[in-house]
């Protein structure tokens, strides 16, 4: 019998095409199940939330309570920090760079405040034993004030402020700076003419020596006070139009030239009772001729007019270093101060140059500049006039012969008044107290005060701009690359007082923030767990829904996907909500902000907040909605069908 191969072939499924044909109905008899697309899904979500739109809108306002709140902190955090840096650029930027004797970096000053701040534990503290131990120094569970300040000034270093550094800073382009303001510490050698209980003409020695060199004096120039400048003879920052930037005319006019003077007084007309007797002032002549001690002004409560100053009733004048000290006749090296005699101040004012009073000044209202205090104040040219007539005297010439034949290796130094004086340093060891009151820089102050030396006890250089500013701390690291001291350190550091400013306050807003953003984050919490309780509701109103969709085929993930959609669309929503509603409400509270502080366009709202701010939303509601939403995944089929 013939028997067909390909008959064969097909029964043992050999040939391609009974492959083919075994797999199309092998195919067609597999079950294929439903799912339920994401489109679908998000469809379904849409129509539920459209139709309970008005539970919907609310349920989103409320989740966006939380979103307005971080928006409002983050805006004010933003604003303040905006605020600040204007503040530094603009406001601050006149804040002089300081060069002083001693130098402390910033950050080391805001270690101390913040260390200051932190209370003690040490290892071993609070032992279970009763026992009394004994020690030596402080007890307490406070800081201890002089360890921290002395960690202070460990990291102090002292400055190498020379005279070529100052000639140095002189030659900076006038485009980095708008005043230059050094300070030589030097002894202006003013007798005065005033007159006596009688009315009778009597002479005053009132010279004026600046404050020896101290921890404190060189602390009250950082800060903006007199300093190592005698509290009542003080000297003007730049010329008449930077002055009077700051300051008034009351009467009178501006110095002109450096015999000129000018009388500041404070922001209610004040001046200091000390002010007369620095002067040498112990009577004064009242406008009806009586003649009264200087403190009846205080006790009788006598105003004395502009013109009684402007008419100089007390005359002043400035005597040259060769005039004013006298040499020992039996040692060309030795100098002595003139006695206190009646006709040995009058020689010397005979010989001096006349010093008037020809304005009055005033700080004008609300201005943050303190240039110069309550004082009688002189000209920077007669500061260079004085600087460079004091150094080429005789005393000066022969402070530095001496010095010359010194070996260099003692602690002492001989000056030309006889005896020795010690060239402090400022140690690790020294104490705090210590160098508050004694611990004094006498040698230098004691050189600068006779001219025997041009280099600065400080120098302020003023900016008008931050760029400026910006411009002279690089002119000043240029001279710091090429003059290092023995250590290797820096030759000069400066202090830039609003560094310390601006930390401070970054330090504060910073604090405030974390603060804020805590207690608005609470408010997002809670809104997120109200979607979430809103979100279970849904599920139990829609379990007969969820059997429906179950019976359709749709899977548990289908039913998941379905929920958290709609916590997804709800948790959108909320976020963009917020931030616009935060957009609208920024202006208007800088409008209330500006109105009672005069600080406008304070709430700065940035858009990558505004993005992260949606993003938390909407990743804080899907998280809300997963335990609701495996629940309704899980429900029976049979069960969900039966509820009515």
Request: hydrophobic content about 40%; glycine content about 6%.
């Amino acid at each position: 019998m013939h028997v067909d191969t390909h008959e064969v072939f097909d029964k043992l499924g050999l040939n391609s095409l009974s492959k083919q044909k075994k797999k199309a109905e092998k195919k067609s008899k597999t079950f294929k199940p439903t799912s339920m697309s994401a489109a679908m899904a998000f469809g379904l979500s849409i129509r539920n939330l459209v139709s309970k739109r008005k539970r919907t809108l609310l349920t989103a306002f409320a989740g966006s309570i939380g979103i307005i709140g971080l928006g409002l902190v983050l805006s004010i955090s933003n604003g303040f920090n905006i605020f600040v840096d204007k503040m530094q650029t603009e406001m601050m930027a006149g804040v002089p760079l300081g060069m002083y004797e001693y130098n402390v970096e910033v950050s080391a000053i805001m270690d101390v405040m913040s260390n200051m701040m932190q209370p003690v534990v040490s290892e071993g503290s609070h032992p279970d034993s009763s026992d009394i131990n004994v020690v030596e120094g402080p007890v307490g569970g406070s800081t201890d004030v002089n360890a921290v300040m002395s960690s202070l000034f460990k990291s102090v270093s002292r400055n190498d402020l020379t005279e070529e550094f100052d000639q140095y800073l002189r030659k900076m382009p006038k485009d980095y700076y708008s005043v230059y303001n050094p300070y030589y510490g030097v002894q202006y050698n003013i007798i005065a003419k005033t007159i006596n209980r009688n009315g009778e003409f009597i002479y005053a020695n009132a010279s004026q020596k600046p404050e020896t060199s101290s921890a404190l004096t060189i602390t009250t120039s950082i800060i903006g006070e007199s300093g190592v400048q005698p509290a009542n003879w003080q000297v003007l920052v730049g010329d008449e139009a930077n002055m009077l930037k700051s300051y008034d005319v009351l009467g009178g006019r501006y110095p002109q030239n450096k015999n000129e003077l000018v009388l500041c007084v404070g922001p209610n007309n004040e001046i200091s009772m000390t002010l007369f007797k620095d002067f040498g002032v112990e009577y004064i002549k009242t406008a009806d001729g009586k003649i009264k001690p200087v403190e009846s002004i205080v006790d009788e409560n006598i105003q004395l007019d502009i013109d009684y100053f402007l008419n100089n009733p007390v005359s002043l004048k400035l005597v040259s270093n060769n005039d004013y000290y006298i040499p020992d006749p039996s040692d060309s090296t030795l100098f002595h101060e003139p006695n206190e005699e009646q006709s040995t101040l009058e020689a010397r004012y005979n010989k001096g140059e006349e010093l008037k009073i020809v304005g009055v000044i005033r700080p004008k209202k609300d201005d943050a500049s303190n240039y110069v205090s309550s004082a009688i104040c002189y000209t920077p040219e007669l500061a260079d006039y004085v600087v460079n007539q004091a150094y080429e005297s005789n005393i000066a010439k022969a402070q530095r012969d001496l010095i010359a034949k010194e070996d260099g290796t003692q602690l002492k130094h001989r000056t030309v008044f006889g005896g020795d004086i010690k060239d402090d340093e400022i140690t690790e060891n020294t104490q705090i107290i210590n160098l508050i009151t004694t611990a004094k820089l006498e040698w230098t102050s004691h050189l600068k005060a006779i001219g025997a030396t041009k280099a600065p006890t400080y120098i302020n250089v003023y900016p008008e701009t931050y760029e400026q500013k910006e411009n002279a701390a690089k002119y000043i690291a240029k001279w710091n690359e090429t003059h290092k001291q023995a250590d290797g350190s820096n030759a000069v550091g400066y202090l830039d007082v609003s560094e310390m400013t601006v930390y401070m306050l970054r330090v504060m807003i910073d604090l405030m923030s974390i603060i804020l953003v805590a207690v608005a984050s609470i408010s997002l919490v809670v809104s997120t767990v109200m979607i979430g309780v809103i979100t279970s509701n849904s599920v139990i109103e829609r379990i007969r829904e969820i059997g429906i969709l179950r019976s359709l085929g749709a899977r548990k993930r289908d039913i998941r996907n379905v929920f958290i959609t709609e916590t997804s669309i709800v948790g959108l929503t909320s976020g963009i909500m917020g931030i616009v509603i935060t957009y609208i409400l920024c202006p208007l509270i800088s409008l209330v902000i500006g109105a009672v502080s005069g600080v406008g366009d304070l709430l700065h709202f940035h858009p990558l907040h505004a993005f992260l701010l949606v993003v938390a939303s909407l990743a804080m509601t899907v998280i809300s909605g997963v335990i609701p939403a495996i629940s309704a995944s899980r429900k029976n089929v049979v069960d969900a069908l039966r509820v009515d």
